[in-house]
């Protein structure tokens, strides 16, 4: 135990020295199913905590084709040039489809990969969303430690994974294509909602003028569907990702969101995140210990089809199983 905690002492020097091959261990301990790496996964978090907190977190949710990794590759690249230390991570549940994913695939990003300055990491494989957002939150927490200052998250626009993502970054932004203006529609709606940033990617050669068309359009959109916020309008904006245009604009864009948020503004979104958070984590645990617990487990599979053929009420089926699980006599109320 003794050498166990010294170890997780010196990874967490390590890290914070920027040792990149430390940075991948922390990661594996922190992406790990068994019990006692999770121990000292929840050590090395505690102790990294203090370095944390400092990078710019930023979503990034478009569907498929839109250009998610052809942007954050050429952005990434823009930032490193403007002296920053880029990380990138991806939430995608789907992933665990052995070669089905896009953002599982390793060729993605290979010249933002080549940089000493980024940091690339795909989404953790074979959990629910739930597992998937709970490890990316860890993860870019590690990557704070280890001094990188804009945390880049990815996701495709087509879930839940949204509000997952949103609920982790300070900005969160929505990639659209200059294709009609039904495109929005195409988008759920709650979607839309959570974008605090929308860029019109492909606003280049022959689709340049459908990108100022569509850029018009969703400012128009937004704006019925959003009514003017006093502190924070949608900015709309255009890039091309192939030609490495307008990226300045999108970063003084997330620059001035900071502004305008203000440092007690940033300090309370991210208090609520982390209490969010803390709630996931306590219905996570609670659900798996549940569903794991013998005594509910021998009942399970049975109140579920009681609970499906209409033979017990499912408030009534919820009452017995948590009454097991709790080791009380099933509630008879
Ligand atoms: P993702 O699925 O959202 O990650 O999209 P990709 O980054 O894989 O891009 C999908 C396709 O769009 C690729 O063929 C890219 O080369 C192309 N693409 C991405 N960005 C641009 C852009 O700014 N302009 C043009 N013309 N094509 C782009």
Redesign the pocket.
Known sequence: RQTQSSNIEQLAEQVVAGDRRALARAITLVESTRPDHRASADALLAQLLPETGKAVRLGIS??????????IEAFGLYLIEQGRRVAVLAVDPSSRRAGGS?LGDKTRMELLSRSPDAFIRPSPAGRSLGGVARRTREVLLLCEAAGYDVGIVETVGVGQSETAVAEMVDLFAL?LLPGGGDELQGIKKGIVELAELVVV?????D?QAAARRAAAEYRSALRMLRPLSADWQVPVLQ?????HRGFAEVWAAVQRHREVLGEAGLASRRAAQAKAWMWSEIEEELRSRFAAAPAVAARLAEAEAAVAAGRTTPAAAAQELLGRFLGEAPSRD
Do not use: H, Q, R, Y
């Not at 478009?62 to 942007?71: C, E, H, L, R, Y």
């Not at 890039?239 to 030609?243: A, C, F, K």
């Open positions: 478009g569907v498929p084709g839109v250009g998610k990794s052809t942007f896009i990639l990617n492909k606003a280049d050669g689709m890039v091309s990702s192939t030609e």
